[in-house]
């Protein structure tokens, strides 16, 4: 009874539930919850409340089935009104054009009518505080309404685009300028507004966004990304060390590319040399796009692709001994000298053998040079003659001198056949000092 009597005097507030202290704000005490008036009063407060949320929900609230059913109806009233809107705007084009005509014809048939309709109306195309807008009759007088907005869309680009940048939002500024009307934010000087920001900590380096931007939205232009910006882009790409996004844009996009481009891209493969092949190959097709073939040749064979060297040399057809000679000094793979001095489909060598190895010895190349011999003692006495007897591109005195370098380095007996060779030829003759126009196979000939 002690208890009971304490908490008597020191009620607790209860509440019915969780859920009608939150809805209802309405709490009662034990001592009410046991009192049939107090329960009468809160029943009569919640069939109150009851009646106002059905009433809520009635007014408020539509079914599901109604709200798709509105938002359908909603979706053909815009498209009228936007159908609405482009005829009006359309009707009040034509109808100030046809008052600016209709001005036009009212002076010239209160004139004496001495010069012609046609060129009344070039006299007031030139009209420029017509409207306080230069050239603006000019544009009435198109057939085309869309001309006389398009000054106004370009410059609300413009500023927008300035108002982007001004608020740090680089990467919606970069791609506002990747699609702006005329490509008229594509340029260079686009560019430097975003290099001028610089590297922000933590965040991508808004020059590369500008470009991502840009080479990703190419294809959706007819004319491709000019090549100054090609450029640049390439050269961005590859100082944030991004090889892969500079794969996807030559490959992928629609760029211009120009030499300078792929000696970038040539330069950053000699010094990152685990990307050198991928360097190597986009420089090709760069290089190939803007017509150097002589750079494309040569990295065709820096990536070993010999055969297919030989098959851009055939198919060409362009390429003289002074640019062969050029490629094996900058590559001077033992393949490829083989490949050029032998018959290739059918087609007789493009260089001399000996011309090659006193090429290779007059610009310090010896280790090459004393290789290709190698190779062709190895095959004995019968190979050299073949080589001597079928090279007519070398002269009886080159051979000669082959023979010379080949006793300076060691390779006496090389020597001995190419000069053993040379004095078994029928109709040769000892040959003065004086006379270097002789042919090894001058015999043959006549």
């Not at 005829?87 to 014809?105: D, T, V, Y």
């Not at 991502?212 to 640049?232: G, M």
């Not at 003289?320 to 094996?328: A, F, P, Y």
């Amino acid at each position: 009874m002690e208890n009971l009597e304490f908490w008597q005097q020191s009620p607790q507030p209860w509440y019915i539930t969780g859920k009608e202290k939150s809805n209802l704000k309405q709490s009662m005490t034990l001592q009410e919850s046991v009192n049939l008036n107090a329960l009468t009063k809160y029943m009569k407060h919640l069939e109150d409340k009851y009646a106002e949320i059905k009433q809520a929900i009635s007014i408020n609230y539509v079914p599901a089935q109604r709200k798709a059913d509105l938002d359908e109806e909603m979706i053909v009233v815009l498209k009228r009104l936007d159908v609405a809107e482009h005829r009006n705007k359309e009707l009040q084009f034509r109808h100030q054009r046809l008052q600016i005509i209709s001005h036009a014809l009212t002076s010239w048939v209160k004139s004496d009518m001495s010069s012609s309709f046609q060129d009344l109306v070039e006299q007031i195309q030139k009209t420029k505080d017509l409207h306080g807008d230069e050239g603006i009759v000019e544009e009435l007088l198109e057939d085309d309404p869309s001309k006389a907005k398009e000054a106004e869309i370009m410059l609300y680009y413009i500023e927008r685009f300035n108002e982007l940048i001004s608020h740090g939002e680089y990467e919606k500024a970069a791609y506002f300028a990747a699609n702006s009307p005329r490509r008229i934010l594509r340029n260079i000087d686009t560019m430097n507004k975003f290099k001028a920001v610089g590297k922000i900590r933590g965040e991508p380096l808004p020059l590369l966004l500008f470009f991502e931007a840009v080479f990703s939205t190419s294809h959706a232009f007819r004319h491709p990304v000019k090549a100054d910006l090609t450029l640049e882009g390439i050269k961005c790409g590859l100082s944030e060390k991004r090889l892969d996004l500079v794969i996807n844009w030559v490959t992928q996009e629609r760029l211009t590319f120009s030499e300078e481009a792929g000696d970038v891209i040539y330069d950053y493969g000699e010094q990152d040399t685990y990307n050198k092949a991928k360097c190597l190959a986009l420089a090709q097709i760069i290089y190939h796009e803007c017509g150097q073939r002589k750079k494309a040749l040569l990295c065709l064979c820096k990536q070993g692709q010999i055969h297919g060297a030989m098959e851009y040399i055939q198919q060409f057809k362009d390429f003289i001994s002074d640019d062969l000679m050029q490629l094996i000094t900058l590559c001077p793979q033992t393949e490829l000298i083989q490949c050029l001095t032998k018959e290739w489909n059918g087609k007789p060598p493009s260089l001399s053998f000996g011309l090659v190895v006193l090429h290779l010895f007059s610009v310090d190349m010896e280790k090459i040079g004393i290789k290709l011999l190698q190779e062709i003692s190895k095959g004995g006495r019968d190979a050299v003659e073949h080589l001597v007897i079928n090279d007519s591109l070398c002269s009886l005195e080159t051979w000669e001198e082959m023979a010379n370098i080949c006793l300076q380095n060691g390779f006496d007996r090389l020597s001995n056949d190419i000069m053993s060779i040379l004095r078994s030829q029928a109709g040769v003759t000892e040959i003065s000092e004086e006379d270097d126009t002789v042919n090894l196979m001058e015999h043959v000939f006549w």
